[in-house]
């Protein structure tokens, strides 16, 4: 199974900016990052393909930046910060095939916290 193991959480304040990433164990054809504040459900924020085309959701778009470097690792760049922000965030992955959307991703990371202050 595919492993993947995310950093890069912490805390600061609104308007600040953070930087996450995640280390995959294999290569996988997609890339996501999505989160989950209490009592919320889970929110898929950005993902990037094998060719490398990003999407975002409404509420992070021109703020967040989902990238890839050479080794695989996936960054999420979070800026200008907002409170409602604050999240466990996590790293997903598909591992089978292309796919597309934000439902069939297969493998997870643990998560790393998110919070923002105001």
């Known amino acids: 199974q595919v492993q993947l193991v995310e950093s890069g959480g912490g805390s600061v304040q609104a308007g600040g900016s953070l930087r996450l990433s995640c280390v995959q164990s294999e290569w996988t054809y997609k890339q996501g990052w999505f989160r989950q504040a209490p009592g919320k459900e889970r929110e898929g924020v950005a993902r990037i393909t094998n060719i490398g085309i990003t999407y975002y959701s409404d509420s992070v778009k021109d703020r967040f930046t989902i990238s890839r470097d050479r080794n695989n690792t996936v960054h999420l760049e979070m800026n200008s910060l907002k409170p409602e922000d604050t999240a466990m965030y996590y790293c997903?992955?598909?591992?089978?095939?292309?796919?597309?959307?934000?439902?069939?991703?297969?493998?997870w990371g643990h998560g790393t916290q998110v919070t923002v202050s105001s």
């Open positions: 997903a992955a598909r591992t089978r095939s292309v796919g597309a959307g934000w439902t069939d991703f297969d493998a």
